[in-house]
């Protein structure tokens, strides 16, 4: 109904947004940019959530009960529609409790990431990295043949966990490179996609895990998922096994995989996302076999573009009293 409709809603984005978003936003929103790209602190935080119709907040902020309550204080806070897919920084319950819708932005970033999980998959086992650190050094001495030899990729076995969009565009790469392609996920994908991505599905993540090459994880980060790879986990995998993490660094605990990497427990990792960032555990710098990343497996000027345009259509949708395009919670 009319009264429902905000015509230009105060929207308040916590970093800085590629340049056409944000004229966009000018031209369509009464909005407050954050030209310092500094993260809020949670006292700049409370003060937004209490001055804002519309929250654009990032995986760098901290949307807990604590701000939710602060935007209570006024009532304003309507949405938090949120620049990226993933929403483990916003205490969803709190929010719902709140009536403060939430959205997302899934589907634009899906083939970055999935190409952020091939790059790792194919330098971890190869060594780009050293390989990279050898040439840049001055050190190198030349071709040899038995120099810089690490392992094969095709014909290896990969495991996804999480077979929704990502694990999906992963498969479909993993197959050009001769990858076996193997998943676990909550549900079972429908036989013809199955077929399609000649992905084998196992109920057991212990029992995949044990039976891999590479593992990639690709689900997102909630109360169920976090530590789900633990000392546990690591002590099933084989030795010669190699994890890659570009979902969210608390899927896996940090400490068990330094420990199991330092024993030798498996082989290697490709980490885009830390369980503390931007701090990494020192242990990860020193070990050899690890590719590190900083959290850019949807760092594409196309795809902050597009994650930026659809922020606007699910803020310009529920202005106009509908349901937005990706709501996350009912
Ligand atoms: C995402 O979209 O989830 C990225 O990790 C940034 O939040």
Redo the contacts with the bound molecule.
């Keep these: 109904a009319a009264s429902t409709v905000r015509p230009r809603p105060k929207v308040i984005v916590t970093r800085r947004l590629p340049q056409a978003v944000e004229t966009r936003m000018a031209e369509l929103f009464d909005v407050e940019l954050n030209l310092t790209d500094e993260a809020f602190s949670q006292g700049q935080m409370a003060d937004a959530v209490r001055r804002c119709d519309v929250l654009v907040p990032?995986?760098t902020d901290e949307i807990d009960a604590g701000v939710l309550a602060a935007a209570a204080e006024t009532g304003r806070l309507k949405l938090l529609a949120?620049?990226?897919?993933?929403?483990d920084?916003i205490d969803l319950s709190a929010a719902r409790a709140a009536k403060v819708v939430v959205t997302?932005?899934p589907g634009v970033?899906t083939d970055d990431?999935a190409d952020m999980v091939m790059a790792l998959i194919l330098s971890v086992p190869r060594r780009l990295a050293e390989g990279e650190k050898l040439v840049r050094s001055g050190e190198w001495r030349g071709w040899s043949p038995t120099g810089m030899l690490g392992h094969r990729i095709t014909g290896k076995r990969l495991g996804i966990i999480g077979m929704g969009r990502i694990g999906r565009a992963v498969a479909t790469r993993a197959q050009s490179f001769g990858l076996t392609v193997h998943y676990h996920n909550r549900h079972r994908l429908p036989a013809e996609i199955e077929a399609e991505l000649e992905a084998t599905w196992w109920d057991s993540l212990d029992a995949m895990l044990a039976r891999v090459d590479i593992i990639t994880i690709n689900c997102p980060h909630t109360p169920e998922t976090h530590h789900m790879i633990g000392a546990a986990q690591f002590a099933l995998m084989q030795r010669q096994a190699y994890i890659i993490n570009t979902a969210?660094g608390e899927i896996v605990d940090e400490n068990a995989l330094c420990e199991a990497l330092a024993a030798g427990k498996i082989a290697g990792a490709g980490l885009d996302?830390f369980e503390n960032e931007p701090a990494v555990d020192p242990r990860l710098l020193d070990l050899p076999g690890v590719v590190l990343v900083p959290?850019m497996?949807?760092a594409t000027f196309e795809g902050r573009q597009a994650?930026g345009e659809k922020v606007i259509a699910n803020i310009r949708v529920w202005a106009d009293g509908h349901r937005p395009p990706d709501q996350v919670l009912e």
């Design positions: 990032t995986v949120n620049f990226g897919v993933g929403v920084h997302n932005t970033l990431t969210r996302v959290h497996g949807s994650m």
